[in-house]
């Protein structure tokens, strides 16, 4: 049976570029193998969806034994919370399947939710502008998650409730990703990996720990378009971040990594 593949220069001067966005992957009917982009969306195939009813635990547990397809197929037929009634598509995730970098925001937008696929929009251009300064692209060693994958109406914040029911896919993305670094875009993301109510700014400037995996915490590409003043404290994040991953550096070396970018 055919299954649905689910799938520059960051300029410190003081804005950064923003480059024409690349038209967004077409959906294929092609099995994937290592696949760098995956289309979202109501996907009307055989899932191996748990619905909530049989409990957050047991449901937790399904999607923590799945592979990339079945969990990709999982989120789209997902009705856990009630995004599923408002959502285009669902946005699973971008990017290579075995990625060094994994880069978390907060939920899809209005952009996002049409395209199936997260941070194509305005934000999303510059997000690629941060990668390309650090040496990077979507289709190289990265991939692009939320903490949701169905977009809040009017892009509210998320509900506790809701990240409760998404939190579990990301997880499972984690360990099928086994990234070497976490990047959390935003204050959600930060507070979702890292269960903490503290600000951006207390979070910054040193590494944490999820389950093990390094995470750096920055901006995200919305507040820095609406803020391009804190781009250069993004900047200082990305090297640290890019230190983190290269160097394997205690915490008190990559401090003074972090400061030496100052």
Not at 22 to 28: F, I, K, R, Y
Not at 43 to 65: E, F, N
Not at 177 to 182: E, F, H, R
Not at 235 to 245: G, I, N, P, S
């Amino acid at each position: 049976m055919n299954r649905l593949e689910m799938l520059r220069e960051m300029k410190l001067l003081p804005l950064w570029r923003v480059r024409a966005l690349a038209p967004a992957p077409q959906p294929s009917l092609a099995t994937s193998g290592d696949a760098t982009s995956y289309p979202a969306g109501n996907v009307m195939a055989a899932p191996s969806y748990v619905a909530d009813a049989a409990g957050p635990a047991a449901r937790a547990a399904h999607i923590a034994t799945l592979e990339w397809d079945a969990l990709e197929r999982d989120i789209a037929a997902c009705t856990a919370c009630g995004l599923c009634r408002t959502r285009n598509r669902v946005v699973p995730g971008v990017g290579a399947r075995r990625a060094e970098w994994l880069f978390v925001g907060e939920a899809p937008g209005a952009d996002e939710d049409l395209q199936g696929e997260p941070f194509v929009g305005q934000g999303g251009r510059l997000l690629d502008n941060m990668l390309t300064a650090i040496g990077l692209a979507r289709s190289d060693r990265v991939y692009i998650a939320n903490v949701l994958k169905c977009r809040p109406p009017q892009n509210r914040a998320p509900e506790p409730g809701e990240i409760d029911a998404c939190l579990p896919y990301l997880k499972r993305q984690i360990a099928l990703l086994a990234p070497k670094l976490i990047v959390a875009l935003g204050r959600s993301a930060a507070a979702t990996l890292l269960a903490t109510d503290a600000s951006i700014a207390a979070l910054r400037g040193r590494v944490h720990r999820f389950e093990g995996t390094a995470v750096v915490v920055t901006y995200h590409p919305a507040y820095l378009l609406r803020t391009p003043g804190d781009k250069a404290k993004a900047w200082e994040d990305l090297c640290l971040a890019r230190a983190t991953l290269s160097s394997g550096a205690d915490d008190d070396l990559l401090q003074k990594t972090r400061g030496a970018t100052k």
